[in-house]
């Protein structure tokens, strides 16, 4: 591709491997936080679905990495972080088991 402005050619760079692999093992360390948790949460409904959304989150961030779409892995951070906070917040007010 010429830039039509001053006539240089144009290259695209493509994100690396290690790029990948970062945001593959994010995802899948959320991932396991989650099914890790739900297992753990299971007696409080809304916990239970604040679980689900951080898995299918975590799950979309990792398609969406795979598949080098910028907007989509905007999108689902936009997503994941705030079910992120609802889950964690929800564990803090639960509090200890007796």
């Known amino acids: 591709m010429t830039c039509t402005n001053c006539g240089?050619?144009?290259e695209r760079v493509l994100p690396g491997v290690p790029y990948y692999a970062l945001s593959f093992i994010a995802a899948l360390l959320v991932e396991?936080?989650?099914v890790a948790s739900l297992f753990l949460l299971v007696e409080h409904e809304w916990m239970w679905i604040a679980g689900v959304a951080v898995a299918l989150f975590g799950l979309m961030l990792s398609g969406a990495a795979l598949l080098d779409s910028v907007s989509g892995m905007f999108w689902t951070n936009a997503l994941?972080?705030?079910s992120i906070l609802?889950?964690?917040?929800?564990v803090a007010l639960r509090g200890p088991r007796s």
Do not use: S, T, Y
Not at 86 to 90: F, H, P, V
């Open 86 to 90: 609802i889950w964690l917040a929800g």
């Open 8 to 10: 240089v050619k144009l």
């Open 32 to 34: 396991i936080l989650a």
């Open 80 to 82: 994941l972080i705030p």
